[in-house]
């Protein structure tokens, strides 16, 4: 049994290629090709909408004396989708894209039409610059510097990856360490200057209340408070304020007045409510 997929054929010793009869095709033929739709369209005959996609079985010929610097151009016949009108686009070398022809309109495309003006600009500014030097030579340094700012952008972001891949953990470690020291150091200069103000607030207090005069002749006791401790009252006191405070300490309490009921201290007498009698059982007549 032989081979489904032969691989080598035989060529007898007297086969002559010359010999084999061709037939011949007509000049513009058409071809049967599967393609998908290029653009998004609208049918113009019944309306119905054609998306970017679509599968078609078309027919596709050459465009006769149509070409772009020696591209030819081709043309595709396909089918709308509802009512089978035919529809007809064809190839846009110049732009790399298709062109509607008949049958269907092109539906619209934002992007499609920035772009369009982006080269419209191009254009009006290539033909400005061939008709004023000047105008050239502005551009060309405007593009120039741009090109410049671009570049120096690009290395600065280059030196600081490279500075990013150069930096290990014992480089980060160290470099916490040292922040962390730095941290430490301004925390005791700003103590020690707190305390340098606290010795010189002090000093000011006390510098005042020397001049000041207690009613017994002596000086004002100037004491610190306790850092989260609040002071004794008597330890604020002077020496003669706090023996007088003891002196009214120990003597004994005043005996207390007994109250008097208003009513008796106005000659009033009230008369005691005698208590209801308790009601015992009946005796039976």
């Not at 058409?30 to 599968?55: D, H, W």
């Not at 030196?159 to 040292?178: C, F, G, P, S, Y």
């Not at 002071?231 to 309490?253: F, G, H, N, V």
Request: net charge neutral; hydrophobic share 30%.
């Amino acid at each position: 049994m032989s081979e489904r997929k032969v691989l080598n054929k035989y060529y007898p010793p007297d086969f002559d290629p010359s010999k084999i009869p061709r037939g011949k095709r007509p000049k513009n033929s058409q071809q049967v090709v599967r393609l998908m739709a290029p653009f998004s369209m609208r049918c113009n005959t019944c309306g119905e909408y054609i998306y970017k996609g679509k599968k078609f079985n078309a027919r596709k010929e050459t465009v006769e004396g149509e070409d772009y610097y020696g591209i030819r151009i081709f043309r595709f016949y396909i089918k709308c989708t509802l009512c089978s009108a035919e529809i007809t686009f064809k190839t846009d070398p110049k732009n790399t894209d298709y062109l509607a022809e008949h049958g269907a309109s092109r539906n619209f495309e934002p992007w499609r039409e920035e772009r369009m003006a982006n080269e419209e600009d191009r254009l009006a500014k290539l033909e400005e610059e061939e008709n004023n030097p000047m105008r050239a030579l502005e551009n060309r340094t405007v593009d120039s510097k741009r090109e410049m700012e671009i570049l120096d952008a690009l290395q600065d972001i280059r030196a600081r990856n490279a500075r990013n891949e150069r930096i290990d953990d014992q480089a980060i470690q160290d470099m916490l360490a040292r922040r962390l020291e730095e941290e430490e150091l301004e925390e005791d200069e700003e103590a020690k200057q707190r305390r340098l103000w606290d010795e010189e607030d002090q000093k000011e207090a006390e510098r005042v209340f020397s001049k000041l005069e207690t009613d017994g002749g002596g000086k004002v006791t100037l004491k610190r408070k306790a850092d989260g401790d609040a002071p004794d009252i008597k330890s604020l006191l002077s020496e003669s304020s706090r023996a007088i405070l003891d002196t009214k300490s120990m003597q004994p309490p005043a005996a207390k007045k007994p109250k008097t009921a208003l009513a008796s201290s106005l000659g009033i007498k009230t008369a005691k409510r005698r208590p209801a009698p308790l009601a015992g059982p009946s005796k039976a007549s």
